[in-house]
């Protein structure tokens, strides 16, 4: 049963436009939410994360949205660069069990010069 | 700074066999994580530690144990390898278990269970 899902496994958009990664949770009780980039033969690395008490948190290139009604969250990179190239996994944890985060399946991002 | 470190990066096993996979930190972080990836799944949560000498089962803990005798060092060992246990093994360690502290991840280890 998995209660994060990314249902594109791939996406690809020219260098300098927008990319737009979606993630969809069943669990109501998630509260936090994060962004995980991984490169291959490399772990995942942190990239941004939002509180539910939040709907959109931005750090430069990159801006997360949260829609708590829709259980939909999305990860925005603008402008794309080839260096984002890379499979992004979206991760939810509920502060009842912050330990057990759960994972999507990740999106292969790539972006063309 | 190594950060994150996993001990072997590749190994090969026949059914049966049993092996240790080792993480070690450096970031004085005090929980630790085991997860395994498969494709077309996300990583799944094994077991995981809050502290030295605790251990706790995660999402699906059946077929490894786990021990932290050491602050530094997580251990996942597997038993009785089975081919259903052919997987990427990540290991990862956040300074507490709270939400906004990220978890920092190793390499992982590539295991093959023939």
């Known amino acids: 049963d998995q209660q994060v899902k990314q249902n594109s496994p791939s996406l690809s958009v020219q260098e300098g436009r927008i990319s737009i990664l979606n993630c969809d949770y069943t669990?109501?009780?998630?509260?936090?939410f994060l962004w995980y980039k991984k490169y291959p033969a490399e772990g995942p690395t942190f990239l941004i994360s939002i509180s539910s008490i939040k709907d959109k948190n931005e750090d430069g290139r990159f801006t997360v949205f949260l829609n708590k009604s829709a259980k939909h969250l999305s990860l925005h990179i603008v402008p794309s660069q080839p260096g984002d190239s890379a499979v992004y996994f979206c991760a939810a944890s509920s502060s009842s069990n912050n330990n057990d985060m759960r994972f999507g399946a990740g999106t292969r991002l790539t972006v063309k010069p | 700074n190594a950060g994150v470190t996993q001990t072997p990066k590749f190994r090969v096993l026949k059914t049966g066999q049993s092996m240790t996979l080792l993480c070690a930190q450096d970031?004085?972080?005090?929980?630790m994580y085991w997860y395994r990836q498969d494709p077309g799944m996300g990583l799944r949560l094994i077991h995981y530690s809050v502290g030295e000498g605790t251990t706790a089962k995660g999402e699906v803990p059946d077929g490894y144990n786990v021990s932290r005798l050491k602050k530094q060092n997580f251990l996942l060992g597997l038993e009785s390898a089975a081919p259903s246990q052919t997987s990427v093994y990540f290991c990862?360690?956040?300074?507490?278990?709270?939400?906004?502290?990220?978890?920092?991840f190793g390499d992982g280890t590539r295991l093959s269970i023939l």
């Open positions: 970031m004085n972080h005090e929980y």
């Open positions: 669990n109501s009780m998630f509260d936090y």
């Open positions: 990862a360690s956040s300074y507490t278990g709270a939400e906004d502290q990220p978890q920092h």
